[in-house]
């Protein structure tokens, strides 16, 4: 029979010529899926976000509805052939406008994800820090907030339900989208620890406080101005009060009345807040409150390590709403200045 075939010409030629076509269609889809542009989003890149758990269907349906790919049946079956179906592995991955399925399928199949710059500014309440963190990577608030607030967590770390907030130093971190909630405070511990080095240490022990205990004036130093010459200042100030029997050996700052209160809509602190039954209350009760009023920046943290020493008692708002201060140690001449700064709030109807 083949014979008969070699000798039937039109026929062989006939076979020959078809055979032919399709294996140039066939390479030319071959081609088509491996090496032609399949990417095609909007702009030249685009991060593409596989969550924990994800089954191969849940990346087809991201690719669909953020339109990653112009021809998903092409990528199907290239991802079937190099077996992604089954290797389907979670993260942030940075797409590319143009890219080949080959290359996209090998970054997903890789796992080379690109970090998240995950940045934490300070926050007033501890209940603050799960919602600022956990709205830039994939691990939910509420369970990263849980944890947060867990006994085992207060003893892993050496803190406790007052002063565990004092471990997120305000900085911008380089994270994995997917992080657990676990290695997330992990990460922060690791750089709480590592921020206090042996000469921040060496800074806070000359002082006489511990590394918390900066952490709380910090938080203060900040809440006061956020001009960061004058905190140092500031910070010395307070430092005075708490070794002096003129301010009766009390901080008397009014940004812990405000936190204790939870209202920091005051513009003016007066008797009648002053009056507020919390450990909080720094013109009640001696030395620092129990813990940061808010996440205090570097700036504020360095300004009491490195903070001015000087014989200032009081300080006020200049009336010019600069933003700096008056500063003096004659209580007297501080009840003139403070006059001046309310007479000022006075003629802005500020109440």
């Known amino acids: 029979m083949f014979k008969k075939l070699l000798q039937n010409k039109p026929l062989l030629s006939g076979i020959l010529i078809t055979v032919s076509m399709l294996f140039a269609t066939f390479s030319f889809y071959a081609y088509q899926i491996f090496f032609t542009p399949n990417v095609q989003v909007e702009k030249n890149e685009l991060y593409l976000l596989i969550p924990t758990g994800a089954t191969y269907q849940t990346v087809v349906d991201s690719l669909k509805k953020n339109k990653v790919v112009d021809d998903v049946l092409s990528f199907s079956f290239l991802a079937k052939v190099m077996g992604y179906q089954q290797k389907v592995l979670p993260g942030r991955y940075l797409v590319r406008k143009d890219m080949t399925n080959s290359a996209l399928l090998n970054l997903l199949r890789s796992g080379r994800q690109t970090p998240v710059k995950l940045v934490f500014g300070s926050v007033r309440l501890k209940e603050q820090i799960a919602g600022k963190v956990c709205r830039q990577i994939e691990t939910d608030s509420a369970v990263f907030n849980k ?205």
């Open 147 to 351: 944890l947060l607030n867990s006994p085992e967590t207060y003893k892993k770390y050496g803190f406790n339900e007052e002063t565990i907030a004092a471990m997120f130093i305000p900085n911008t971190y380089e994270v994995y989208w997917n992080i657990s909630a676990e290695e997330l405070l992990d990460r922060f511990n690791k750089e709480y620890q590592d921020f206090w080095n042996e000469e921040r240490r060496r800074k806070a022990e000359k002082i006489g406080f511990t590394p918390v205990q900066v952490s709380v004036l910090a938080s203060i130093v900040g809440s006061e101005t956020n001009k960061a010459d004058e905190k140092p200042r500031i910070a010395g100030v307070y430092i005075n009060r708490m070794n002096s029997p003129e301010t009766a050996y009390k901080l008397q700052a009014d940004p812990t009345v405000i936190f204790a209160l939870r209202d920091f809509s005051i513009k003016r602190v007066t008797k009648t807040h002053l009056q507020v039954d919390s450990p909080y209350n720094t013109y009640k009760n001696r030395g620092l409150p129990p813990g940061p009023i808010n996440t205090p920046s570097i700036t504020s943290i360095d300004a009491v390590l490195n903070y001015e020493k000087n014989d200032y008692l009081f300080f006020v708002v200049k009336a010019d709403f600069s933003g700096y201060h008056t500063f003096t140690n004659d209580y007297n001449e501080h009840l003139k200045n403070a006059r001046l700064y309310w007479e000022a709030l006075n003629l802005r109807n500020i109440k």
